[in-house]
């Protein structure tokens, strides 16, 4: 890594160094370079290319030059030229047959689908092992209750694996989205200048082999499949795609990472993400536990809908056959958009496997604001007993202003204690009866069954080829 110069952190920083390699220039040049050779071996078999020239090529496949490619491109402008112009002059028998009848985009186009698609591979095992620790820690958590909140307030109790349900929900239809997509990225083809293959019918006329048999053989070295009609480009649509499903699951841990660092802040101290024995939180307060993983995800995540959004303008603006106004941010969005993936998810699995829970403070929580979830049951049965239910409504409302205020104080919680002193609730509900029902462990529902289905389910889809 050379830091004399401006380099993206996602060149060193951001993502696996098996990505990082994957679209680095010297892989991309060499992919061309086993484009060109698939195009040879396909027209050796159809008598264009003799075996002299395609060993030849073949030979010399891999000596890549990117200095030389660079000052040839300097002079012509083209950077796929200049590198058939560094391969040629390698391959001196061979070389007159690189890249005959094809357009930049057969190739081009080719290598990219190839790597993205290379790179989906990496991520999704990712997003998998993700959902695995997520089932994990769903169903060991299903039936701790703790308080739920709505617009930042105590609301009624739920469980934390109920909780995390949530999130996991959310990243399986991530999940499902990205394996549609790739099932549905589909390479230009090898069809020449505007997709008609006409410059290779030319070439291939009088034989028995046809373009659709050429493009298949080049296509099969590279386990791709071409869409059955494309212009100089494989759709552009593609991209946006692609790009959005990255900036679902970017929005899905988002979301996860954003709770655990309200969840962990002092005020509620229930839910936090792993902190290392030498870990520093602060340059000047060294007691600092900041949610450091957390706060990166919700960052580098900020990036995706971005790229997203210049992939929608390519395919938008993308005008008849072909413009060349997608090329050069296409350079960018597409390997910074899996980088970025790649690292939000690795942050997710870290900060999902160390998940630190305070249970001691979750029954705090639970003991101080629990109770009033259990006031809309009170209120029913009172009602249902006989009682008015106005009037009811603002005797409860009264002595739950009232347990607020104590709270504030710093008290423990009374409102069983107001409510069960209350005559006109008295005369209708027993007061057993009444902290029974503001025992917020009890008003939970079925959440911890929905939960430990959810994780049943989330261990079926991922054992599923």
Not at 25 to 38: K, P, S, Y
Not at 43 to 57: M, P
Not at 93 to 120: Q, Y
Not at 288 to 312: C, H, M, Q, T
Request: a negative charge; one cysteine or more; aromatic letters at 6%.
């Amino acid at each position: 890594m050379n830091h004399e110069s401006y380099a993206s952190p996602f060149s060193w920083r951001y993502g696996r160094e098996e990505l990082r390699k994957l679209f680095a220039e010297r892989e991309r040049r060499r992919l061309w370079r086993a484009v060109w050779v698939a195009l040879a071996e396909s027209q050796s078999r159809s008598g264009l290319v003799s075996e002299a020239e395609l060993a030849d090529i073949k030979a010399h496949a891999s000596e890549i030059d990117i200095d030389a490619a660079l000052e040839i491109e300097r002079e012509i402008g083209h950077d796929l030229m200049a590198e058939i112009r560094v391969f040629a002059s390698q391959a001196k028998v061979g070389g007159g047959k690189i890249h005959l009848g094809a357009t930049s985009m057969d190739v081009e186009d080719t290598v990219e689908m190839f790597r993205v698609r290379k790179a989906l591979d990496v991520i999704l095992p990712s997003v998998d092992q993700l959902l695995r620790v997520f089932a994990e820690q769903i169903a060991r958590w299903s039936r701790l209750v703790c308080m739920g909140y709505t617009h930042l307030q105590p609301a009624e109790p739920t469980t934390v694996g109920y909780r995390l349900a949530l999130y996991a929900q959310d990243v399986l239809l991530d999940r499902a989205h990205l394996h549609f997509v790739r099932d549905n990225l589909t390479a230009k083809g090898i069809r020449g200048a505007v997709g008609t293959s006409a410059t290779y019918s030319d070439l291939l006329a009088g034989g028995t082999r046809t373009p659709r048999q050429q493009e298949e053989e080049v296509l099969s070295a590279f386990h791709l499949r071409a869409s059955e009609v494309s212009s100089q480009t494989y759709p552009r649509k593609l991209d946006y795609l692609l790009l959005s499903a990255l900036a679902g699951l970017g929005a899905s841990l988002s979301k996860f990472a954003l709770d655990v660092r309200v969840l962990s802040s002092p005020a509620i101290g229930e839910m936090f993400e792993p902190f290392g024995e030498h870990q520093v939180g602060s340059s000047t307060m060294p007691f600092k536990r900041n949610p450091i993983l957390s706060e990166r995800i919700g960052s580098i995540a900020r990036l995706l809908p971005a790229y997203a959004d210049v992939a929608f303008a390519n395919a938008a603006t993308n005008m008849l056959e072909r413009t060349l106004d997608d090329s050069a941010n296409r350079r960018t969005i597409l390997p910074e958009a899996l980088l970025c993936t790649d690292e939000i998810v690795g942050l997710a699995l870290r900060v999902a496997r160390g998940l630190r829970i305070d249970e001691g403070r979750i029954l705090q929580n639970l003991r101080t604001f629990g109770p009033f979830a259990g006031t809309e049951t009170v209120m029913t049965m009172a009602a249902k007993a006989g009682g008015n239910r106005q009037e009811l409504h603002e005797s409860i409302r009264r002595a739950s202003m009232q347990a607020w205020e104590a709270i504030a104080r710093g008290e423990v919680n009374p409102l069983a204690h107001y409510l069960a002193d209350d005559e006109s609730i008295l005369q209708y509900v027993d007061p057993a009866e009444i902290r029974s029902r503001l025992d917020p462990s009890t008003h939970v529902g079925d959440a911890a069954e929905r939960a430990e289905n959810l994780a049943k389910q989330i261990m079926e889809t991922i054992a599923t080829p």
